[in-house]
């Protein structure tokens, strides 16, 4: 008889192991939103954004935003931004440099992190038949690359070979960068679910010299599918957001993972303040990704030391499509979600930025 109720306990537990993580979406949210704080200069129009910092001064906000539309492909519209404490647009770099600007980060020195996620090799318009012309090769590839920025605009330093590389190479849509204090550079690549997709993160030097990489496409431990968020807690370890797998995976900083999270739902963007409190962006549960469709869409707040969870910056409108505010007309319009990238500065507040309603928005404590 003991060794069955042994047996029961043991399949118990095994059962209990193997069932879904439940939606953690009844958590209150003690933040307002600031209602168009950025402001863009008069005849610019805000793109798509998914990264987004704060400035060494702890009030200034640095933001990577797609040209006024979701490429800067062929613009010559400056694609990283500064704004100052007030909302206004005080500097700005980078025209003709990136394609497809996606994270970013600011260091210790103040130096700006962006990666770029695409190339501008020809490729057909969607849903153009499979034997349209291409348009022509540009004269010059780019994309696919790291760029260190100092706070003036000045390009310090390049990770990656224009145009991207697989394999041995890199890098093939770098989603995030991260810095250690060590100057060590972290960035996470595979921007697609495609079986073919690259899916890893990489460790270089201070100086870019490349030193490891680990995870391969799966979802077993570490293994990754679209690595999309990268953080840094207090103790050094390294916090990925594994979106299509929906956890974050925690490592040290030679590999070694230590910790998978699931109740922070599909994360898109994390970010860790100094006394590790850890907001994670969730932009694309609900509507947008029916299989993590229970999951409200939001930022989770919660600590980082131990997982515990404590507010949730919903999105106002979960079962929209892409999130954008529904209306008689258009119930759910064809746009992503809310915040993507996320950022604390020293005050609290909150900072999200958005690639289907192209914005960054505020958040203030009530």
């Known amino acids: ?43 610019r129009k805000w793109g798509s954004t998914s990264g987004v910092g704060v400035d060494r001064d702890g009030k200034s906000i640095w933001v990577a935003e797609r040209c006024g539309a979701n490429s800067c492909l062929d613009s010559k519209l400056d694609p990283i931004l500064k704004f100052d404490a007030e909302g206004n647009l005080v500097k700005s770099f980078g025209s003709g440099t990136m394609v497809f600007p996606h994270g970013l980060t600011v260091d210790r020195e103040g130096n700006i992190w962006v990666t770029d996620g695409q190339d501008n090799r020809p490729r057909r318009a969607r849903g153009a038949p499979a034997d349209s012309p291409l348009p022509p090769a540009p004269a010059t590839v780019i994309g696919h690359q790291v760029f260190k920025y100092s706070p003036d605009g000045k390009l310090l330093m390049t990770l990656g070979k224009p145009g991207g590389g697989r394999d041995a190479e890199y890098f093939y849509q770098p989603n995030a960068v991260a810095i250690a204090t060590n100057g060590d550079v ?83 963007g994390i970010a860790i303040d100094p006394q ?28 980082a030391k131990d997982g515990a969870l404590w507010w949730l910056i919903s999105d106002p409108w979960p079962t929209c499509r892409e999130g954008q505010r529904p209306t008689t007309e258009a119930p759910c319009a064809n746009n992503t979600s809310a915040a993507e990238g996320v ?16 914005a960054v928005k505020k958040y203030v404590k009530k």
Do not use: C
């Not at 993580?21 to 950025?38: A, G």
């Not at 040290?252 to 599909?266: K, M, P, V």
């Not at 590790?276 to 600590?303: F, K, L, M, Q």
């Open 1 to 43: 008889m003991a060794i069955k109720v042994v047996l029961a306990s043991l399949t118990a537990v095994a059962l209990l192991a193997q069932a879904p993580p439940q939606p953690t979406n009844d958590l209150p949210n003690p933040y307002r939103t600031v209602e168009n704080h950025f402001k863009m200069p008069e005849g």
């Open 186 to 268: 972290f960035v996470s690549e595979g921007h697609s679910d495609a079986e073919d997709a690259p899916a890893r993160v990489l460790k270089f030097d201070k100086n870019g010299k490349f030193i490891t990489s680990w995870g391969k496409r799966g979802n077993g431990p570490g293994e990754f599918i679209q690595p999309h968020a990268l953080a840094f807690d207090s103790k050094g370890r390294l916090f990925v957001g594994d979106r299509s797998n929906n956890r974050i995976q925690i490592f040290d900083q030679d590999g070694n993972r230590l910790a998978e999270w699931t109740q922070f739902s599909r994360p898109s």
């Open 276 to 303: 590790d409190n850890i907001y994670v962006a969730d932009s694309e549960s609900g509507g947008v990704n029916p299989a993590h469709g229970s999951w409200t869409r939001g930022i989770r707040i919660g600590s």
């Open 343 to 358: 950022t604390i500065d020293p005050a609290g507040n909150v900072y999200g930025a958005e690639v289907g309603p192209r």
